[in-house]
């Protein structure tokens, strides 16, 4: 049975709360702007990674959290058949995989010497920090049909699951974080080992065993996500919670790492519940000394978007008010790569509720903050014009999916200094067929095809200026995922040397207007043609325009 693991929701306009500026980490940062960054950014702004969708094995199912260890990638989810990339469900290479696999990053390959089956859906896989264990968690009762009750451990040397390892948690586990000895783990349990526990608990790496010091209370919701603060001192906590230890903490909130208790969190980016309506965190993730945080809203204009904070004491750093729900967050090189259903990121002056609306389901933006938001404040929201970061040029498109029945597309994302891989549901990826898994890589390891966009170029149009033999040639830009600027020739007849070569930047949101003279054309009549290139090289041309002379 596919259990659900998180409530479909949609976003519409509502009006705006009042909002409060709290405390903000200190942070200089110039005036943010349109998308910048790409793969090849200008001087100062990070790189991301192409948008050409690399091979990877496929899933038959739904692909819920994956973490990468050097590069290898475990993935855990509800599925139950891997099969090569390029192939249909029910390929002859097609192979068993139940819950759970792994796959080399660099190649995409299957893994297959690690084969086990969850007997249930997998929610959360983490690694230790000497990425020697990973630990998944989840609804599952048996692992390869030993006991191992919603939470197991795995040796990545050996891919054997550890047999020693095997706590028995009363209920779901959703959200998971480890020192080399010390498993903490949430989500909506009651009891762990016999004990009782409230939704956090944490055991020993050795055997499962309670660590009975450590009994946080997530006191009246789920926990979906936890992150090891620098210094392995703190537990940052994320979920749709409202308390933790009996005092008001909503949505994320830290504790002590040995005795659980309430520490230090300065920062309140998930607006307090109001009545059926709240946000919730739904992701973590470390780098540096920050936190990143993706949240998810139900209700008009709540919370959807993605924050940073101090991992020390939550001191905010910023906070994205992109509406459209966030379910994975993974920081590299400067960039925060994000899987979202994003329509509408006003906040960071970029792409705007579109008319038909636009889901964009992957986003790359700075990790460090550059302007101040740049639309009202979302519902019942503790902060305006607060630090935002600016979103980078990276406009992969992945397709909806069916299989959950939520229609999103990615739920997760990892990778490695040269790699970005995405997992979730969905069946297509820059309209090719790519079941579930996706990989994405820097500029140097990419083959660095995708090119600027041939439907969006359409043929330009040729006046001739009265009095004047000057043919002016108007057209409007077009726009290419992973390249800001494009370079674009205009050419006349059959000719293949360009009259001029102009530079412009575009984006999926805005397709600027542009236009040429042509002063001093021959006799006769003459067309136009628009050749468009990209900084790889990848080059399209428009339909010939009407002849004119």
């Given at each position: ?30 005036s943010?702007?349109p ?11 990070p ?26 990638v ?37 893994v ?15 690694a ?65 080992n ?51 230890n009996?005092a ?32 919730y ?31 020390a ?9 992109c ?62 014009n ?5 979103l ?29 891989a ?27 095809k995708?090119?600027?966009?041939a ?35 205009v ?38 043609r ?20």
């Amino acid at each position: 049975m596919r259990a659900l693991l998180r409530q479909r929701r949609t976003s519409v306009r509502a009006g705006m709360a009042a909002a409060v500026t709290l405390g903000l980490a200190g942070a200089s940062f110039v005036s943010a702007g349109p998308a910048a960054g790409d793969t090849a950014p200008p001087t100062g702004t990070p790189p991301t990674v192409s948008a050409d969708p690399l091979p990877t094995w496929q899933v038959n199912g739904v692909v819920w959290s994956m973490v990468t260890v050097g590069n290898t990638v475990y993935a855990t989810g509800s599925f139950t058949k891997a099969r090569p990339p390029g192939t249909a469900p029910g390929n002859a290479k097609e192979v068993t995989r139940n819950n759970i696999l792994a796959f080399d990053l660099t190649t995409g390959n299957l893994v297959t010497s690690f084969n086990h089956s969850l007997n249930g859906q997998g929610l959360r896989v983490a690694a230790s920090p000497d990425g020697k264990r990973v630990y998944v968690g989840g609804e599952f009762t048996t692992v390869d049909g030993k006991a191992h009750s919603r939470l197991a451990a795995f040796d990545t040397a050996t891919g054997k699951l550890v047999d020693a390892f095997a706590p028995r948690v009363s209920n779901v586990v959703r959200g998971i974080a480890a020192t080399n000895s010390t498993v903490y783990f949430g989500g909506n349990f009651f009891n762990v080992n016999g004990k009782s526990r409230t939704r956090l608990a944490a055991v020993k790496a050795t055997n499962g065993a309670n660590i009975d010091t450590w009994r946080p209370t997530a006191d009246d919701n789920e926990v979906h996500a936890l992150a090891i603060a620098p210094g392995e001192q703190r537990v940052i906590i994320g979920g749709r919670f409202q308390k933790i230890n009996g005092a008001q903490r909503v949505g994320v909130g830290a504790v002590n790492a040995t005795n659980g208790a309430s520490v230090t969190w300065n920062s309140r980016p998930i607006p307090t519940k109001s009545g059926t309506r709240y946000s919730y965190v739904t992701d973590l993730f470390v780098d540096g000394d920050t936190v990143y945080g993706a949240a998810d809203g139900e209700g008009g204009h709540w919370f959807d978007g993605r924050f940073a904070a101090k991992a020390a004491n939550g001191d905010l750093v910023w906070l994205d008010n992109c509406y459209g729900a966030t379910y994975g967050v993974y920081a590299k090189d400067k960039a925060l790569y994000s899987v979202s259903h994003a329509h509408d990121c006003s906040s960071l002056g970029a792409f705007p509720e579109q008319k038909p609306r636009i889901w964009q389901r992957a986003l790359a933006e700075t990790t460090y903050p550059t302007g101040t938001d740049k639309a009202p404040p979302g519902a019942n929201s503790n902060y305006r014009n607060q630090p935002v970061p600016t979103l980078l040029h990276w406009f992969p498109r992945l397709a909806q999916g069916t299989y959950t029945k939520q229609y999103q597309a990615a739920w997760t994302v990892t990778g490695n200094g040269d790699y970005v891989a995405m997992g979730g549901e969905f069946p297509k990826v820059n309209g090719k067929a790519q079941q579930g898994l996706v990989r994405f890589a820097l500029k140097a390891k990419a083959p660095n095809k995708t090119g600027p966009s041939a439907p969006d170029l359409k043929a330009p149009t040729a006046a001739k200026q009265l009095a004047s033999r000057r043919i002016q040639i108007s057209w409007k830009a077009t726009w290419d995922m992973d390249n800001e600027s494009l370079t674009y020739e205009v050419l006349r007849d059959n000719e293949t040397t360009p009259l001029t070569t102009l530079k412009k930047n575009s984006s999926f949101w805005v397709l600027p207007s542009m236009s040429f003279i042509d002063e001093n054309p021959p006799a006769g009549k003459h067309t136009y043609r628009i050749r468009v290139s990209d900084p790889s090289g990848n080059r399209i041309s428009s339909p010939a325009s009407p002849a004119v002379g």
